[in-house]
């Protein structure tokens, strides 16, 4: 390596990104006993693996086509920022997580710089179910790909990019310890108390959405389920919103914030209603059967589908993973609080179907290498050897 302790410039663009992050600089640390070096951008997860951010992740974290127009000039000033802080800390690789949009742009400004420092990304696109064109794309501007599924490396190494599949960071996580005893006993609350965890989003332009349909569905469960308690883990990307628009739900309700405190619940709950994404494996891991939802603005939908080729029988990677639809997903027009608020029910007076769902998200969860090696370390590996190869 070029330096006795390498310094890697990691970037995350959204919470997710932002855990996988904290997942693999703590794995980093942990192959170098603490050699290693780290600049960049992420939230709480990274901060906490020692990372002193550029600036706020929060700034990135926005979902949809119409959403992101009117913070596309301070978007872009970042670009700007973080290639010319790469460019003078002179890390030893760029390591990106998620968020091709961003991230993307950073690769293709160091590339069109003529920088020679190993431009690696985490988390592959979903090639294999839209626009399989960006393949070529991540080809022309990156050194190395980490996937998180076993299908991904031969769509990339195709046109010539180095991949390797390292596997899926949920099967590392601690969704599936969560202690619901110990939540209940904090929270004073009764051991047969009906609980719901409540999950909407880690965006703003997801939150923005999602709350006032979820307040309009809590109101009519809270009319059917009488003792009915909402439990709300939120991130602090959003949680100022979301503890203000839960002071006005019609039932008690908690709102919590940790990773440690988002399983206990998770293992305290008896269902949940959540934002499709990464939160998904990780209540599938804790066994918490789900209802998904999601909604972006009907323009967003109609470029995605229409112009963007973007067309899935399925969003929630567990029910993609399976062919199945093991998680209710109820997105767009569907998002209403009727059905959100009957599909929750269901879930609650059916052990049947919270059985069932149970079962096929650990299907799901094997075929992610439920079972096998750390993904974090087999990636920080992974980093560690790419490096010393380029050194």
């Not at 919470?15 to 939230?43: E, Y």
């Not at 109609?302 to 080729?309: D, N, P």
């Amino acid at each position: 390596m070029t330096r006795t302790a390498p310094l890697i410039y990691v970037i995350a663009g959204e919470p997710s990104g932002d855990l996988l992050g904290g997942r693999l600089m703590a794995a980093l640390k942990a192959r170098t006993d603490g050699a290693v070096r780290f600049a960049g951008i992420g939230g709480e997860s990274m901060r906490a693996e020692g990372l002193e951010p550029l600036f706020p992740m929060a700034e990135l974290s926005v979902m949809g086509l119409v959403e992101v127009l009117p913070r596309l000039p301070n978007i872009l000033r970042r670009i700007g920022q973080t290639l010319s802080d790469i460019e003078t800390k002179r890390p030893d690789a760029v390591l990106t997580i998620d968020s091709w949009g961003f991230t993307g742009r950073i690769h293709k400004g160091l590339k069109a710089r003529g920088s020679t420092i190993p431009r690696i990304h985490y988390v592959a696109p979903m090639v294999w179910a839209w626009k399989s064109g960006r393949t070529k794309t991540l080809a022309r501007v990156l050194d190395l790909l980490l996937t998180l599924l076993p299908n991904e490396p031969a769509w990339f190494e195709k046109e010539g990019l180095r991949s390797v599949h390292v596997g899926h960071p949920v099967i590392e996580g601690g969704a599936g310890r969560g202690d619901g005893a110990a939540f209940r006993a904090r929270h004073g609350l009764a051991a047969d108390a009906e609980l719901l965890c409540v999950l909407p989003g880690s965006r703003h332009s997801e939150t923005s959405r999602l709350l006032p349909a979820f307040a309009e569905t809590l109101a009519l469960l809270a009319s059917r389920r009488p003792g009915l308690v909402a439990v709300v883990p939120t991130v602090e990307t959003v949680a100022e919103d979301v503890t203000a628009a839960a002071r006005s739900w019609p039932l008690p309700t908690i709102v919590v914030r940790g990773a440690a405190e988002k399983h206990d619940a998770f293992a305290a709950c008896s269902v949940a209603l959540a934002a499709s994404g990464t939160v998904a494996l990780e209540l599938a891991m804790a066994g918490l059967p789900s209802v998904i939802t999601y909604k972006v603005s009907k323009l967003s939908a109609f470029i995605a589908t229409r112009f963007l080729g973007l067309s899935l029988k399925f969003v929630t990677l567990v029910n993609i993973l399976v062919d199945q639809p093991v998680m209710p997903e109820l997105l767009q027009d569907q998002c209403r609080p009727d059905r959100l608020a009957a599909a929750v029910e269901h879930l609650l007076i059916d052990p049947a179907a919270r059985e069932a769902q149970v079962a096929g998200a650990r299907r799901a969860l094997e075929k992610l290498g439920l079972g096998g090696a750390s993904p974090s370390l087999r990636a920080a590996d992974t980093v560690l050897a790419y490096i010393g190869e380029r050194s």
